[in-house]
Nanobody, 118 residues
Framework: QVQLVESGGGLVQAGGSLRLSCAAS????????MGWYRQAPGKERELVAV???????TYADSAKGRFTISRDGAKNLIYLQMSSLKPEDTAVYYC????????????WGKGTQVTVSS
């Protein structure tokens, strides 16, 4: 059974930093890509950053220059280093593992709350 466990969320002041972690288990070693998404109250879930198995990355415009996604492939771990945080970054951050992009096989974590105070 595939499980994703996020950690690292919390309360931080504007301008501060946080690092989120996501550990995937039960994937039998195959993951096409992993990523971070977020959902603020009253808004749809949106992509923050994705990293493919080959190491290529994609960022939302709002994350470029402030957030960095990285991975430890051997351990099925990904990280999201967030800097220069803004109140509008406040959201629940979800980890997603895409086991097969071609066939649409993906799993979500339960999310971790990030709150940025002004």
């Amino acid at each position: 059974q595939v499980q994703l466990v996020e950690s690292g969320g919390g309360l931080v002041q504007a301008g501060g930093s946080l690092r989120l972690s996501c550990a995937a288990s039960g994937t039998n070693g195959r993951i096409d890509a992993m990523g971070w998404y977020r959902q603020a109250p009253g808004k749809e879930r949106e992509l923050v950053a994705v990293i493919a198995s080959g190491g290529s990355t994609t960022y939302a415009d709002s994350a470029k220059g402030r957030f960095t996604i990285s991975r430890d492939g051997a351990k099925n771990l990904i990280y999201l280093q967030m800097s220069s945080l803004k109140p509008e970054d406040t959201a629940v951050y979800y980890c997603k593992a895409m086991l097969s992009i071609l066939y649409g096989v993906a799993y979500w974590g339960k999310g971790t709350q990030v709150t940025v105070s002004s």
